[in-house]
């Protein structure tokens, strides 16, 4: 077993892509996941701890064209504070509300959130329904590389991605939604505050005529990575938003998640949350 030999903090991203290059590397942004995994034992830090927060291609959030590009070391409350979060990307800020405290959510970045990939991370679900890509930048041989891949696609199981280990997340990049576009985030924590989701959901859609059109929805925290709730979508999409497509609507959704039975409730029981949160959430859209 290694032992924790070097702590760095570069505020270059070639320099911090060299050492991962290298290796037995253990990243940490907010510190928020990766200092309370190693204390219990979770998580072992490899030779070098690396800190990644003073690298400035990873901080901001900015338009470029048509898409929000997000820093990976942006914080929860930046996404709060941002108004461009606020007004172009509502669902994100509304997920930053319900998560954790003030104090953790200063230091928890949304880089973090989606490399620790939780099932039941919260800024993954909102992102999701956004359609949101990831960056990826490297240094395989001198120069520094760059890719990109649907947030769905990179998110494999629990606390585990498509990232390779020379690899740092640099941005999560959101397209603006279109005209109409309509989003809501729900998500049930058996305590009100400091909770980890028991379920979350997600839904987008532009809204025409009293219909929801391009629907996405999105359940956290009932597989082992956020899901896309294809039957849920299809009784939506294109319907008439009444209480028949709703009902049809929380029915699909409850039958179509296969969540687990854990310490934060039963299967039974996120089952039933599921529907009724549908539910509740489409009531609300349909109501204006
Ligand atoms: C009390 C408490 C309450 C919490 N409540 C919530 C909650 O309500 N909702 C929720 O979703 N989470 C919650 N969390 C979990 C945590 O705060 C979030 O997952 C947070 O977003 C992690 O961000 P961080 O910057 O602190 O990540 P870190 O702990 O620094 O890192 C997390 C993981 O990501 C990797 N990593 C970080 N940045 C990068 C990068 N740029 N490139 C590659 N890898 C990277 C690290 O190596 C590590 O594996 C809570 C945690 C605590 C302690």
């Known amino acids: 077993m290694t032992a924790l030999e070097r702590y760095v903090a570069p505020r270059a991203l070639g320099e911090a892509l060299e050492l991962l290059r290298d290796g037995d590397v253990t990243i940490v942004a907010g510190g928020t996941d990766v200092m309370p995994q190693s204390h219990s034992g979770k998580m072992k830090f490899g030779r070098t701890l690396l800190n990644v927060r003073r690298i400035p291609e990873l901080a901001g ?4 064209g048509d898409t929000v590009r997000i820093g990976a070391l942006t914080t929860i409350t930046g996404l709060l504070e941002s108004a461009l979060v606020r007004e172009r990307l509502p669902i994100l800020a509304e997920a930053a509300d319900h998560f954790a405290s003030e104090q953790v959510r200063n230091g928890a970045t949304v880089g973090g959130n ?43 199981g ?53 219909r929801l059109e391009k629907v996405r929805v999105v359940f956290g925290a009932v597989a082992p990575t956020p899901i896309r709730g294809a039957a849920t979508e299809r009784a939506l999409e294109g319907r008439p938003l009444d209480a028949a497509t709703i009902e049809a609507a929380a029915q699909a959704a409850h039958d179509e998640v296969r969540p687990i039975s854990d310490v934060r409730a ?18 609300d859209v349909a109501r204006g």
């Open 114 to 156: 989606v490399c620790n990939a939780s099932p039941a991370g919260d800024m993954l679900v909102p992102l999701i329904v956004l359609d949101a890509t990831i960056e990826l930048a490297a240094k395989p041989n001198g120069s520094v590389e760059a890719r990109a891949m649907p947030l769905q696609e990179f998110l494999t």
């Open 266 to 283: 039963s299967a039974w029981y996120r089952q039933e949350l599921v529907r009724n949160m549908t539910r509740r959430l489409l009531e």
């Open 158 to 210: 629990p606390g585990r991605t498509r990232r390779a280990a020379h690899e740092l997340l640099t941005a999560v990049r959101v397209p603006l939604p279109p005209r109409g576009f309509v989003s809501r985030f729900y998500k049930y924590g058996t305590r009100p505050a400091l909770d980890i989701a028991a379920i979350s959901i997600g839904l987008g859609g532009v809204r025409r005529d009293g």
């Open 61 to 64: 959030i900015g338009l470029e």
